[in-house]
């Protein structure tokens, strides 16, 4: 636990976690000039932030470490809080954003129906003008003469009044990829729940003290610890690492910097996304066709795939992305229950005079 570590600790934690980077020459041979042994070269692997984003990561690991701190949680809760924060504060609001956009398309479908049965009379009545620039073979004769034609044709003059009215009523087609912000947030949380543990990218989890054995047998680099080519290990570091190494739960992944030993974990994140697929496209009002049938079946191969794909992946990661999913699924079922879709109108039954009702009571008596 962090009970005593406060803000200022911290920050000078973040300051010196990008101590310097050891230079690690490139060895063409195990032997120098002079015939001696040189030792071992350990090649940095390759790290997943860059300068541009560098100053981002440090400010996610700097909340992730003062959230903890703040509410002296175990690890094994506070994981999953940061997920449920990330979500609530961030990407909520563009969800609840691009869905209130989606009922608003929703509840102008019956114009649009309306304007596509205009055009159905429209194109079907058209015909070529009686004009000097009409050849006379043509005049008085159907422009779209085919049904290939008189489809196509419909189908355009729809697809623009739909844009147009869209842009009129401010639910136009591009404010629907503002619900995609959550990938990028996505993955930049999973990074900075990686960064706390030490380490920088989405390598498998690594023995600090190996790693810092081979470094020290480098000319120059005795003394100093150095991880995975971002940072020094400091006292905070090391301890998050310490209390993640024991953090979890007796009997079942007790370290959670290690992979779950019984794959339980990535059965459940690949559930989780599973559920989602087939939540949403219970909800549809009809069945995905083109371009978003393919897209159902691709995030649907996705999450099957997740199972295979997270074995090996940290369990402090699956407990992170597994809160993410299971908040995902909860808050569409909430959003679809508190703003339900409109519902379609119903037919108009055929009118049946009251007299005629009357008299077929009396018969059936």
């Known amino acids: 636990m962090l009970r005593s570590t406060t803000t200022t600790t911290i920050s000078r934690h973040l300051r010196h976690h990008h101590l310097r980077i050891l230079p690690l020459p490139l060895l063409r041979s195990s032997t120098a000039h002079n015939g001696q042994p040189q030792p071992p070269s350990v090649t940095p692997r ?20 003062t959230l903890q701190s703040t509410t002296s949680l175990p690890w094994l809760l506070t994981i999953p809080l ?38 159905r009379r429209q194109v079907a009545k058209e015909v070529y003008p009686n004009n000097p620039t009409t050849p006379k073979h043509l005049i008085g004769k159907k422009v779209y003469d085919t049904p290939e034609k008189w489809t196509k044709e419909v189908l355009i003059r729809t697809k623009n009044k739909r844009v147009e009215i869209y842009k009129q009523f401010g639910c136009q087609y591009w ?44 000319p120059g680099n005795e003394g100093v610890v150095v991880t995975e080519g971002i940072a020094g290990i400091d006292e905070i570091t090391a301890k998050v690492r310490e209390e993640m190494q024991t953090g979890g739960i007796d009997g079942w992944f007790v370290d959670l910097l290690q992979p779950d030993p019984y794959m339980v974990l990535p059965i459940i994140f690949s559930l989780t996304l599973f559920t989602n697929v087939m939540s949403a496209t219970a909800r549809a009002s009809k069945e995905p066709t083109g371009w978003r049938k393919g897209l159902r079946n691709a995030l649907m191969g996705i999450s099957i795939a997740a199972f295979p794909l997270t074995i090996g992946s940290p369990a402090v990661l699956l407990l992170y992305w597994i809160t993410s999913g299971t908040y995902s699924l909860v808050q569409n079922a909430v959003l679809h229950t508190l703003l339900p879709p409109p519902k379609g109108v119903e037919p108009v039954g055929e009118k049946i005079p009251s007299w005629i009702k009357k008299e077929k009571a009396e018969e059936t008596k």
């Open 46 to 65: 390759r790290s997943f932030s860059t300068p541009s984003i560098e100053p981002l990561l440090s400010t996610t690991t700097s909340l992730i470490l």
């Open 82 to 119: 940061v997920a449920l924060t990330v979500r609530t504060c961030i990407t909520l609001p563009f969800t609840l954003y691009s869905h209130k956009r989606t009922l608003k398309q929703l509840s102008l479908s019956p114009i649009i129906h309306a304007w596509s049965s205009i055009y």
């Open 175 to 218: 404010k629907g990829f503002v619900g995609l912000i959550q990938i990028p947030v996505w993955v930049l949380a999973s990074v900075s729940v990686r960064r706390v543990t030490g380490v920088g990218g989405w390598e498998a989890p690594i023995d600090i003290a190996k790693r810092a054995k081979e470094m020290s047998v480098l």
